[in-house]
Every structure is written in C-alpha cells, then in structure tokens.
C-alpha cells in the first residue's frame, strides 16, 4: 500500500517572478540573486522529477513576489485539498492564483473561510496526524476550521506552537519516513515529536531541518554537511540543492511545492 505521507505521484510548483526580489523576509540577508534562484528552482523541479513524479511548473506571477512559495496556499491530502489562508497579507491574493489548479486535480477541495489565518508551512501531515503549528502566520481559529474541514474525513489535527522567532512550523523539521521526523534540537526539545523516531539537524545547521522526503529522496539545502553525512549513515538517498537565494527569504526545500 502507498505511503502517502511520503509517496507522490505529482507535484505543483511556480517559477520565481522577477518581483521575487521584494519577497517578505524577517531580516536582511542581502538581495537574492533572481538568475541564481532560477538555476536552483529548475534543478528542483528536475530532481522531483527525477522520482518518477509528474512535476505542474506554474508560470510566474508578478504581482505576488511570495508566489514561488506554493506550499503555503494549499494543504493537499490524498482525498481532498483545503485551500490556506494566508495570514501574510500581500500573500492572501496568492490562493485564488492557485485554486484552478488544485480543482483541476482533486474532485474535493475546502476553502478556509476565515476569520482565522493558516498557512501550509506550518503544517506538518505525518502518517497518524496533521500537526499544525501556530505562528505569526497560523493562529487558532485558523486551526480550527481545518479541523472541523478534515476530523469528519477521519485524519487527526495536533495542534504545536512554531517556536518563538521562527517564521514556519516546517522551518524547523520535516518528516523522512512514515515515523521519523527530521527536527532541530530547539524545536524537539518541546516535546511536540514524542512517539516519533527523531533526528536532529546537526550542530549549527538548523537550516537544514526544512527539507522533503519526496518519493525515493530526501531533498535538503546544500551546505549542511553534518545533516546530510548524517541522514546518509541512516540509510536515506540524499540530494542537495543550492538554497542560498531562498534562504534569504525564509524560503527552503518545503516551501517550493505542494506534494500529493
Ligand atoms: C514568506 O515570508 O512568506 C516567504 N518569504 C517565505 C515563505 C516560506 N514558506 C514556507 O516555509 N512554507
């Protein structure tokens, strides 16, 4: 039977609008390189590819400098979709831009509503639960309405804190396998990963902790030899990708996709 915590046949992406470069971020890391992030993104989508997976490129949207970020506008399940609501507001508009997309491939799709906020990285779907993490951009009546959208449909709904600082619950962790979770030490230190196999990020590489398992890989930034020595010891197929450009807008491996 397929593991759909980690199996896929599809994924959705965007290619980086030129606008790219006035994307949120929470510091100043210096302005991203948009030629850079187009080599990195197309060897995203070649490495998702690579899987054996059918990868929906979306053509870029200028108007939203956020948009390569797809993740955040949709949590896709394997019976049904639920369209996000950002609580980032030039990133609201960005869902409506996904939603015939998302229709064109699920025969069941919800809508958060509002009033509440929840954006898709902070949402965690293991095999046993969906573990939502609220943030500056996820808050709890945004938690709710995606509850009472999937618990009828049988999944259960945990809801975590995103640590303080931290802009997404998945910033800091992924999952590599039905059971085992990729976290740094800060955020598995609360506890919110008890009952799971944990690894952590390794000293120093924090950063690397938002990676996807996608199929037969495990996808992570480049420039985390610690993490990535350490999940080959495990056992993992490793790529790495350069995430420099990203990274200076608090973007990384998860974000660029919505897997299904
Ligand atoms: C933002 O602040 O919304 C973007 N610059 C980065 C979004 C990253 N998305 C994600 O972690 N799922």
């Known amino acids: ?34 030629d850079q992030m187009m080599r990195d993104h197309a060897q995203y989508v070649a490495t998702l590819r690579e899987t054996g997976a059918e990868v929906i490129e979306l053509e870029a949207l200028e108007e939203f ?22 609580g980032a507001p030039t990133r609201l ?64 709904v945990r809801e975590v804190q995103t640590p303080a600082d931290v802009l997404h619950f998945k910033t800091d962790c992924s999952l590599l396998d039905g059971s085992t979770i990729l976290s740094t030490k800060r955020l598995a230190a609360s506890g919110c990963f008890d009952g799971y196999r ?20 495990v996808i992570m930034a480049a420039g985390f030899p610690g993490t990535a020595g350490m999940l080959r010891s495990e056992g993992f197929e490793v790529r790495e990708i350069n995430n420099s450009e990203c990274a200076k807008l608090d973007g990384g491996m998860s974000c660029l996709s919505l897997r299904f």
Do not use: Q
């Open 65 to 86: 400098p956020d948009s390569v970020f797809v993740e955040d506008d949709a949590l896709c399940l394997h019976d049904c979709a639920i369209l996000m609501r950002p």
């Open 93 to 156: 508009g960005e869902v409506a831009m996904m939603a015939p997309t998302i229709r064109a491939h699920y025969k069941e799709v919800f809508e958060i509503a509002g009033p509440g906020f929840i954006e898709g990285g902070d949402i965690l779907t293991t095999s046993r639960e969906i573990l939502i993490g609220t943030s500056a951009r996820t808050d709890a009546a945004g938690v709710a309405e995606l509850r009472g959208i999937v618990t009828p449909r049988g999944y259960t």
């Open 1 to 34: 039977m397929m593991d759909h915590s980690y199996e896929f046949t599809r994924a959705i992406t965007r290619k980086p609008a030129r606008s790219v470069i006035d994307g949120l971020r929470a510091e100043d890391l210096g302005m991203p390189d948009f």
């Open 198 to 217: 944990v690894l952590h990020t390794a000293h120093g590489e924090e950063a690397a902790a938002n990676a996807i398992r996608f199929n037969g890989l």
